[in-house]
């Protein structure tokens, strides 16, 4: 049997709250949200161990701010009632092609159009151009080539380069549509340039690279 525990007996729910989480475990950081906002949170033990949140601050719906706490941890908030919720695993929400577009090719030469876009993006910004830290992501991919769901399986160990890495592949799009064999969730390794297996980041586009 799965463990089920209640974080927290809700009070009344609030419309708005400022929400002060910092980066920690998920499940302890769900304890905070719960005291917040007064919202119950059912937790499947299995899902929280193990999981971090990069964390929230600021002023939300308690609805926002939990997408915001839930963020790069590869789980979503499924409503039992406005002030309840259990957490599971995220999935892929099935979307439309677009009139006139196939599915993408085999999963090879998916995979160079992959890691030619997450390339391109990271090697945008300063803080997640590869080379000088390690990190693994993972990543949901819609039909339509365009990234629902991420989460941060292993920190860089600088807590604003992760959430740069996370808040990159929000709504990303791959340059073409997804082929049906794609295996989800797609697992992404950024190494430093030590390994010798690094993205290589060039003036104008990146050069693929493992």
């Keep these: 049997m799965v463990l089920l525990c209640l974080l927290s007996a809700p009070a009344q729910a609030v419309d708005w709250v400022e929400l002060d989480i910092a980066p920690q475990e998920l499940t302890t950081a769900l304890e905070q949200f719960s005291r917040f906002t007064g ?124 959430k740069a890495l996370v808040d990159s592949l929000q709504n990303l799009r791959i340059d073409r549509p997804a082929p049906s064999s794609l295996r989800q969730p797609v697992t992404l390794l950024l190494l430093p340039d030590s390994s010798g297996r690094s993205m290589e980041c060039t003036t104008g586009e990146g050069v693929p690279g493992r």
């Design 39 to 162: 919202m119950a949170v059912l937790v499947d033990q299995q899902l929280s161990d193990q999981r971090h949140t990069l964390g929230v601050r600021g002023r939300f719906t308690p609805s926002e701010g939990l997408r915001v706490l839930l963020s790069g941890t590869g789980l979503a908030a499924h409503y039992a009632r406005a002030d309840a919720f259990t957490l599971q695993p995220v999935r892929v929400r099935e979307v439309p092609l677009p009139a006139g577009v196939t599915p993408g090719l085999g999963d090879s030469n998916y995979a160079a159009a992959i890691q030619t876009v997450i390339q391109r993006n990271l090697c945008g910004s300063p803080l997640t151009r590869p080379g000088s830290f390690r990190a693994v992501l993972q990543m949901w991919i819609g039909r339509d080539g365009v990234v629902q769901h991420s989460r941060l399986v292993s920190s860089t160990g600088d807590l604003m380069r992760d």
